[in-house]
């Protein structure tokens, strides 16, 4: 069965940063799309950034691009996001997800809908 744990939230200051990393198993990395979506209390969840191995292509929130980076560790199975200059807009549960189907441009991954979901990581960003 496909599980995806992610870890590495925490709480930091403005301006600070924060490495999640999202482990993949019971799936075969070679080919999917995989993205971190979050969501704040009282808000919708939305798509920070995501990442397909059809196209290469990789995506993020207006709010994210510039400041975020996703990436991949093939060999980890492991899909990471370095977040940088945090805000406390930031602030939110974080969820690694996943999708077998190709997503692929101009489909933007972050408005797809994923098939497996992970437990959520918390990030507090203080002022």
């Known amino acids: 069965e496909v599980q995806l744990q992610a870890s590495g939230g925490g709480l930091v200051q403005t301006g600070g940063s924060l490495r999640l990393s999202c482990a993949v198993s019971?799936?075969?990395?070679?080919?999917?799309?995989i993205g971190w979506f979050r969501q704040a209390p009282g808000k919708e969840r939305e798509g920070a950034s995501c990442?397909?191995?059809?196209?290469?292509?990789?995506y993020y929130a207006d709010s994210a691009k510039g400041r975020f980076t996703i990436s991949r560790d093939n060999a980890k199975n492991t899909v990471y996001l370095q977040m940088n200059s945090l805000k406390p807009e930031d602030t939110a549960v974080y969820y690694c997800?996943?999708?077998?189907?190709?997503?692929?441009?101009?489909?933007?991954?972050?408005?797809?809908?994923?098939?497996?979901w992970g437990k959520g990581t918390q990030v507090t960003v203080s002022s």
């Open positions: 997800a996943l999708t077998e189907r190709v997503v692929a441009f101009p489909v933007n991954c972050l408005t797809y809908g994923m098939d497996y």
């Open positions: 019971g799936f075969d990395f070679d080919d999917y799309t």
């Open positions: 990442i397909s191995t059809t196209d290469g292509r990789s």
